[in-house]
């Protein structure tokens, strides 16, 4: 009998029996997952061949398994394969980043960190693409009801999403990009999503132009990306 039959229990819980496997067969599987995610490259050259629109609908229904604040799922995907749409985008994230770029509201820090990217207010590849696909994070719910919820732990909720989102696309063949044009209040416009919304990543999504090309950049290596605590004896500071 199930345990909310026994107490009557309003928020049951069910069994969970998550897959194992071998030792060896967890190396292989985790070895073949990195290396198809290190594969991985943001891209800013796109081809405008078709993509199908159930691709972008299973990227989303793999977001939507994230791990969320109090399951509240604090995201909602807006998906674009609209050409005017896609216009309209494009020419308010230019309008932006040409402040950002060419009229200096961007600190020379960060211009710098950006170098390397070769990034421009030039967003073209926002015509080209066939989606283009927004997370927008829901800062609060409104019940049936009329009654406003907060919702917790949004940024990282929906972050966790998106980077679900980041991993189906590529395991599917498509590329992307995770475009953060600051300000971004003309999306919820565009989008014409609610107030209890905001707008937190723009991804175009498509195939990878046959020409495309990405800065020849280098991962950190494990051993600066992990740290070990407290750390084996000998190694590190305050070592004996």
């Not at 071998?22 to 292989?28: G, H, I, K, Y």
């Not at 280098?218 to 500071?237: F, I, S, Y």
């Amino acid at each position: 009998m199930a345990r909310a039959a026994i107490t009557n229990d309003p928020y049951p819980f069910i069994p969970y029996r998550p897959a194992r496997y071998p030792e060896r067969e967890m190396l292989q599987r985790g070895r073949e997952f990195s290396a198809l995610l290190d594969r991985r490259r943001s891209v800013r050259a796109f081809s405008d061949e078709a993509v199908p629109r159930e691709c972008i609908e299973l990227a989303i229904k793999c977001a939507n398994t994230a791990p969320s604040g109090a399951h509240l799922q604090p995201w909602k995907f807006a998906v674009i394969g609209d050409a005017e749409t896609k216009h309209r985008i494009r020419v308010a994230a230019e309008v932006e980043e040409q402040e950002n770029y060419e009229g200096g509201r961007l600190p020379p820090d960060w211009r710098a960190a950006l170098a390397p990217l070769r990034t421009s207010s030039d967003k073209g590849y926002l015509d080209v693409v066939p989606w283009i696909v927004v997370c927008f994070a829901e800062k609060y719910i409104v019940t049936p009801e009329g009654e406003r919820r907060k919702t917790y732990y949004v940024n990282e909720s929906a972050g966790i999403a998106c980077g679900f989102f980041i991993a189906a696309l590529h395991h599917m063949g498509l590329s992307t990009l995770t475009h953060t044009p600051n300000p971004m209040a003309f999306l919820t416009e565009i989008c014409q999503r609610p107030a209890t919304e905001r707008p937190y990543i723009l991804f175009p999504v498509g195939f990878a132009a046959a020409d495309a090309e990405v800065p020849d950049l280098q991962r950190k290596p494990l051993d600066e990306a992990m740290v070990e605590v407290p750390m084996p004896r000998g190694e590190g500071h305050g070592s004996d």
